[in-house]
């Protein structure tokens, strides 16, 4: 049996790397910050098998202890401070989680696995934000950086880590440089839940309008039950590598909304919409795009869930969750 220790259990990737790696007959463990962590409850009643291991990303001693305890042959690094906005508030926490979190773990696996032929696998979770205020599209493994926020210049520096590491220590580490990704466990706070959740509160008259920032925004995004996916095969390869994970589409925040409201019945999202610079960022990251021909080729990987097929999911998995908090309330 293959053991798979994966960091950020209780994020949106986790959740579905935990089941996906379960239905493949792995043993799961994932590791949590501390015993109280509220969330931990809710990973486990979604996955009974999933074993929870304590550790600190900001820790290495932690992660030695993690490793030796859990003995794994694949580490998948999902864990991050993830949300862009948040990262420029806080640039020095973000630097220490989604930056130095990644050397910590590397130099786990190397102190725990020694340096000659490593067996252990390693993913490392790195970010079509790195690609920032882009210098051509559609962006490939070959595009240069150019980050726009605290959380993409930690994003960079976790990827070259994850490189350096493969190159100097002959680690099986990879990096799938994923375009966003969504579904119904995404957080409330990144727009595309944000959105479908406010539609959701809108139909049931719960609330009566949607705040958001910058609607030109353009991304490339996918259905995050279909990244795992991706992530897992990067390790069952002979040799590691980097890949580009996204599907090839983009689409600005207005016509997401305009997809998003169509689900729900209402042709006018303008009616329901308002701006606030508040939710605007010091800069923003225009346009995204990914070309993943590389995956497509390498992998076999392609997407199964197409924009319209994602955004409706979410929009009726909010409705659902919605309607049983309300009948709760009541
Ligand atoms: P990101 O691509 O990782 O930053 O994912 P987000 O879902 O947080 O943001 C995607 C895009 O939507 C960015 O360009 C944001 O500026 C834009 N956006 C516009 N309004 C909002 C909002 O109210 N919240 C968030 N999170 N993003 C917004």
């Known amino acids: 049996m293959k053991r798979a220790l994966i960091t950020g259990i209780t994020g949106q ?3 579905h790397m935990s089941e996906f ?3 493949k007959g792995y043993q799961v463990f994932g590791l949590v910050r501390g015993q109280a962590n509220p969330k931990a409850k809710l990973v486990l009643d979604e996955n009974p098998a999933l074993e929870l291991v ?3 990303l900001r820790d290495l001693s932690s992660l030695i202890a ?9 580490v998948y690094n999902l864990g991050a401070m993830s949300f862009v906005a948040l990262s420029f508030r806080q640039p020095e926490l973000t630097a220490d989680i989604t930056g130095l979190g990644v050397l910590r773990m590397l130099e786990a696996i190397r102190i725990v696995g020694g340096t000659e032929h490593n067996p252990v696998r390693f993913y490392q979770a790195s970010s079509s934000e790195m690609f920032g205020k882009v210098r051509e599209t559609p962006q490939h493994e070959g595009t240069a950086f150019h980050p726009r926020s605290p959380y993409g210049v930690a994003k960079v520096f976790g990827h070259h880590m994850t490189i350096n590491y ?4 002959n680690l099986h580490a990879s990096s799938g440089i994923c375009f966003n990704h969504e579904g119904p466990r995404r957080g409330l706070e990144f727009v595309t839940r944000k959105i479908t959740n406010g539609i959701a509160r809108i139909k049931l008259g719960l609330q009566d309008s949607i705040t958001l920032g910058n609607l030109d925004a353009a991304r490339d995004w996918g259905f995050a039950g279909d990244f795992v996916e991706a992530m897992w095969s990067m390790l069952q390869q002979d ?3 980097d890949f580009v994970i996204a599907t090839g589409e983009t689409h600005t925040v207005k016509e997401l909304l305009d997809v998003a409201f169509q689900c729900a019945g209402y042709d006018d999202w303008e009616r329901f919409v308002r701006q606030d610079p508040r939710f605007e960022r010091p800069a923003d990251v225009e346009l995204l795009m990914g070309d993943a021909s590389k995956a ?3 992998l076999g990987w392609k997407p199964k869930v197409a924009f319209d097929e994602l955004v409706s999911m979410m929009y009726e998995s909010d409705l659902i969750e919605e309607t049983k908090k309300a009948e709760l309330e009541r």
Do not use: W
């Not at 030796?68 to 694949?74: N, T």
């Not at 493969?166 to 220590?169: G, N």
């Open 54 to 56: 304590e550790g600190d």
């Open 296 to 298: 497509n080729a390498k």
């Open 13 to 15: 990737d986790g959740r």
């Open 66 to 74: 993690a490793v030796e305890q859990v003995q794994p042959d694949e």
């Open 166 to 169: 493969r190159e100097s220590y």
């Open 21 to 23: 790696l379960t239905g």
């Open 239 to 241: 040799e590691p590598d």
